[in-house]
């Protein structure tokens, strides 16, 4: 009797399979997630250059002007990518989905 209890909170290898080709598809569907990665990056990048400049330049100089800009250029650079995903955000969940279909 145990091992029925056992067996019958055991999810399926075919469950498992195919719960892990959905989530392929889903993520292989997500054609901004390349483009999403380089902004970050070149976020990061941008962000730190930015910060490095305002500790290294003294006050009133032009590098801390320039680095002040770089910092604002980079905000813009994240504000672009939260932009690209922000559709995706906003839609619901399969679950929610489901749910209202249910119903």
């Not at 910092?71 to 995903?85: A, D, N, T, Y």
Request: aromatic share 6%; net charge positive.
């Amino acid at each position: 009797m145990a091992e029925t209890l056992q067996t019958a909170h055991t999810p399926k290898p075919d469950f498992i399979q195919s719960e892990r080709q959905r989530l392929e598809a889903k993520r292989k569907q997500d054609k901004t997630l390349f483009v999403r990665n380089i902004l970050n990056s070149i976020f990061i990048i941008l962000a730190i250059v930015a910060m490095v400049g305002v500790l290294v330049s003294k006050a009133g100089t032009t590098a801390l002007y320039v680095s002040y800009g770089i910092g604002i250029v980079s905000i813009l650079v994240k504000m672009g990518e939260v932009m690209i995903r922000m559709p995706r955000m906003l839609r619901k969940t399969e679950y929610e989905q489901r749910k209202e279909n249910k119903q």
